[in-house]
C-alpha cells in the first residue's frame, strides 16, 4: 500500500489502532503498536532505552483510553522490543513461552553496557558498537519479563476488539510472534517482516521462516506494520519471501563451491540484487544462517563473530 507517512510517531491506521513508527528502522530503531478500545488496550513492544520507551508512552497519553496500560506483548527477545518493559510493569506483559525463556539467556542491558564501556579497546568491533548501539542509554535498566506466556495460539479481547496472538517462531528469533487483529485487517509482525532494506534472521532455519511469511500471505490484512521499516501491506512479506528464495538458491551455490560465509554474503552483496550498504550488513548474518541451515549445523550462532565481520567490513582501515 503506498500513501502512508514514514514518520516519526504515532500514526492511526483503524480506529483505536496506532503504529509508532521510527524511521530510518535501521538497528534499533523499532516500530511499536497501540490498541485500544472500551477504555483497554494493549502495547506491542517496547523501545531500546527507557528514554525512547518514555518518549513513545508519552505520545500514546495522547490516545483516550490509552493509559493504564493493560496489556503489553513481546513479539520477540530482542533488546530493541523489550528493555523498556520496565515502564509498563504494572501491565500484563505477554509473550511466546520460548521468547519468556530467552529472557534469562540473551544479552542484558548490563551486557551492552559493559560491551560499551570497554569498546574503546575492542579494535574495530569497539568502534562498530560504540557507532551502532553508543546513541542509547543501557544503565539502569531492569530486564523485566512476560508475565503471561503462550504457545502456539492465544485470545485476548481489548474492549470489543477481538486480538489473536500467534506464534511462528523459530523465523527471525526462536520465539517470534504476532498481534493479529481480524476485525481490523492489522497485523503486527514483529521483526518477521522488516520493510526497509533486507529482512534478517539469526537463527532460522528458513523454513520456519518461510512458513511463517506463508501464513502472513494466508491472512486477510490491509495494514501490515512491520517489526522496522514502513508500514505496508502483505506485498511487505511476499516482498521478504522474495528475498529469502532468491539469497537461500545463491547460499546454496556458494556453500557446494566451498567458499566461506563471509566471502559468499559480500559476492551477493556485490553482484546480487540486494546491493544496499543495509542489506550488506545484513547479508552476512543471513549467509551464515543459511550456512548453519544447509550443513545441519545445530549451534548458536556466533553472534560476536559475526558483528566482527560486518564490522570489519563497515569500519574503514
Ligand atoms: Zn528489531
Redesign the pocket.
Known sequence: MTGWEYAKGLHPVKEGVYAYLVPPGLWGN?NCGLIVDGGESLVVDTRYDLELTGEMLKSMETVPGAVPVNYLVNTHI?G??IFGNQLLKDAEIIASKTCTKEFKTEITPQGYAEILENAPNLGKFGQYFIQTFSQFHFEGIDMTPPTRSFENRMELKIGNKEINLIEVGPAHTKGDSMVYIPGDKVLFAG?VVISTGAPVSWEGPLDSMIKALDLILSLDVEVLVP??GPLGDKSAAQKNKDYWEYTAGEAIKFYDQGMPAVEAAERISATGRYRSEQQAILNIINIHMLYRDISGDQTPPDKPGIFGQIAEMVIPD
Do not use: F, K, N
Request: aromatic share 0%.
Open positions: 523499532s530482542d530493541d522490543h521483526d517489526g522496522h
